[in-house]
T-cell receptor, first 114, second 112 residues
């Protein structure tokens, strides 16, 4: 099993460009999450999908959109990239909402916006 | 808003030394998770503590949950270079990752 797979691993964008970060999990997990990780800021939740067909805003949703394509896939879209969106983005999944379930993370996408 | 304060933020020690990392909050959590993250990878769960006062051991790592379930500590005995990484604590207030509050992490470097 691959776990959580993110693509691409690295991306450089110019201000104003758009792109979609892809995430897929093969663990049959119900809930999926997008985080960004910045120095000194820790992990911050952008958007999440508690179950297939639902999405909700996290702590820092501005400038992003998401799509829960099916149970396996959850994508993050930047419509008009800004330098403030330079970060490392992590996708994660969790079995369910019953508590005490660990997050399974992908290996991240390192995004630079110039 | 629940906050988790981790200390120290950075720690560099020699191989063989002992160390303790702290995770403190004014809020009560139903459980607390500890993750380790290595460069270029995502965080990986080390342990979950659930009961106040609980102590869990993972080889040379000892995790403790405070009696009031507001704080936790991670103690490493005889640190090794393989322990190098970013250690994150995350407090759970309700099920699902939207109910998780992450600390900002402790960057640990173990020098040979």
């Amino acid at each position: 099993n691959a776990g959580v797979t993110q693509t691409p691993k690295f991306q450089v964008l110019k201000t104003g460009q758009s792109m979609t970060l892809q995430c897929a999990q093969d663990m049959n997990h119900n809930s999926m999450y997008w985080y960004r990780q910045d120095p000194g800021m820790g992990l911050r939740l952008i958007y999440y999908s508690a179950s297939e067909g639902t999405t909700d805003k996290g702590e820092v949703p501005n400038g992003y959109n998401v799509s829960r394509l099916n149970k396996r896939e959850f994508s993050l879209r930047l419509e008009s990239a800004a330098p403030s969106q330079t970060s490392v983005y992590f996708c994660a999944s969790i079995r369910g909402l019953e508590g005490n379930s660990p997050l399974h993370f992908g290996n991240g996408t390192r995004l630079t916006v110039t | 808003t629940q906050l988790l304060e981790q200390s120290p933020q950075f720690l560099s020690i020699q191989e063989g030394e002992n160390l303790t990392v702290y995770c403190n909050s004014s809020s009560v959590f139903s459980s607390l998770q500890w993750y380790r993250q290595e460069p270029g990878e995502g965080p990986v769960l080390l342990v979950t503590v659930v009961t106040g006062g609980e102590v869990k051991k993972l080889k040379r790592l000892t995790f403790q949950f405070g009696d009031a379930r507001k704080d936790s500590s991670l103690h490493i005995t005889a640190a090794q270079p393989g322990d190098t990484g970013l250690y994150l604590c995350a407090g759970e207030s309700r099920g699902g990752a939207d109910g998780l509050t992450f600390g900002k992490g402790t960057h640990l470097i173990i020098q040979p």
